[in-house]
């Protein structure tokens, strides 16, 4: 079932199969990135990243780019 979310401010299709938020950070490929994530103005520890996904949700995903 395709849910329709806002992420990171923007209207979001979520993919059938993804149906929590790692799932979702795997589908982005931000998986195995140093990030955070915010659902619903809630930031979720990372044990909780199987919650899962449901129409309407607000997340937000912030993740870190080195530079020099």
Same mark, same amino acid.
């Given at each position: 079932? $395709?849910?329709? =979310? ?7 299709? +979520?993919?059938? $199969? +993804? ?16 990030? =955070? +994530? $915010? ?13 899962? =996904? ?10 870190? +780019?080195?530079?020099?």
């Amino acid at each position: 079932m $395709e849910r329709t =979310i806002e992420l990171n401010g923007n209207r979001f299709d +979520v993919p059938a $199969e +993804v149906g929590n938020v790692q799932e979702l950070l795997s589908h982005l490929e931000l998986a195995e990135r140093i990030v =955070i +994530v $915010e659902m619903n103005r809630d930031i979720l520890a990372k044990d909780a990243y199987d919650q899962p =996904i449901n129409d309407r949700d607000q997340i937000e995903i912030i993740h870190f +780019v080195g530079g020099g």
